[in-house]
């Protein structure tokens, strides 16, 4: 089966090469959480990063395990949620990225997340946690549907993904309406719909959340580079120390 072509959003890609840099710089054991169908993760592994991975869907899980048999891969995942971690062993590295952490949309479990990865680094070890603030959608009007990604899927078909959000400022909820067709020769044949929500978190806040835990020696990477983030930017990776 041929896999579906996307061009995706440059937040999706862009936390590939930063992200591995920062893993090696800290050598040792690595664990991705959310790590999905294995973007990341396999190609890490291709680079020769230790790293195990773990996710709470059990079909992305899957599709993984088939990618790293093709590439004779035999990855270590765990299906589980990254704010109930339980796992034998302890890294230097736990990093989620395409800001899969702002996923987390209860206060509660964004904390229990963070205390997880606590518990789950050595002494010393590091996270890196990508997040982003929807800056692009604050003055959007809700009801207009915005272009996505777009693709060609195994049977030949085009599917063309659009999007509408909402914007909670009080409770720094985004909630996004996604709408997929399905085109076939010119003829649209079906369109679904999912709905998901991110919160999205301020540099202070977040700074607290992780000083509350335990982490200290933060630094903030702006936009896609290693440099510290400037007030223009919306999307920050933070880096922080057990
Ligand atoms: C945007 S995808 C990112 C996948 C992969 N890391 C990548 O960059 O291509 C988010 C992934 O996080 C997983 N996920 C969402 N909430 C989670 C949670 N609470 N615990 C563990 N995994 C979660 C989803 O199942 C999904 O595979």
Not at 99 to 113: V, Y
Not at 142 to 169: C, H, M, Q, Y
Request: hydrophobic share 40%; glycine share 6%; proline share 4%.
């Amino acid at each position: 089966m041929n896999p579906m072509k996307v061009s995706l959003p440059k937040h999706m890609t862009c936390d590939f090469l930063e992200t591995r840099l920062m893993i090696m710089e800290v050598p040792g054991a690595a664990l991705e959480l959310g790590c999905g169908t294995g973007r990341l993760l396999l190609s890490y592994l291709a680079a020769g990063i230790e790293v195990d991975g773990v996710d709470c869907s059990k079909d992305m899980l899957e599709i993984c395990r088939a990618k790293a048999k093709i590439n004779g891969q035999d990855p270590v995942l765990y299906d589980q949620y990254m704010q109930q971690l339980n796992l034998p062993k302890k890294y230097m590295t736990i990093y989620i990225p395409a800001a899969s952490f702002m996923l987390l949309t209860e206060r509660e479990d964004a904390m229990e997340a963070l205390k997880s990865i606590y518990a789950h680094l050595e002494y010393d070890g590091q996270t890196l946690i990508p997040l982003f603030i929807p800056k692009h959608l604050f003055n959007n009007k809700d009801d207009e549907w915005a272009p996505g990604l777009r693709g060609t899927r195994s049977d030949g078909s085009e599917i063309v993904v659009s999007s509408k959000s909402n914007i909670n400022f009080l409770e720094q909820i985004q909630t996004k309406l996604e709408r997929y067709e399905i085109v076939r020769d010119g003829v649209l044949i079906d369109t679904q719909y999912s709905t998901t929500k991110m919160r999205w978190f301020y540099k202070y806040e977040f700074l607290m959340m992780l000083e509350k835990v335990g982490f200290h020696d933060f630094s903030i990477y702006g936009g896609y580079s290693l440099q510290e983030v400037n007030e223009d930017q919306s999307f920050m990776i933070i880096r922080a120390r057990k």
